[in-house]
């Protein structure tokens, strides 16, 4: 389990992703999916285009 605030790479990528929440759950074609993991791209303020579940 990662902690709140690390930053890691996803497998083959080359942006930063600071970890900002555990066990989201997100609206996805009108289904609720529970993720591991909501991030945001680093250097980045958080908005709808710089996030990312995974």
Do not use: C, H
């Amino acid at each position: 389990m990662l902690a709140i605030g690390s930053i890691v790479y996803l497998k083959q990528g080359t942006s930063k992703l600071m970890i900002l929440n555990r066990g989201p759950i997100i609206e996805v074609e009108g289904e609720q999916t529970w993720f591991d993991y909501f991030s945001v791209r680093l250097p980045s303020r958080i908005s709808a285009g710089s996030s990312a579940v995974f």
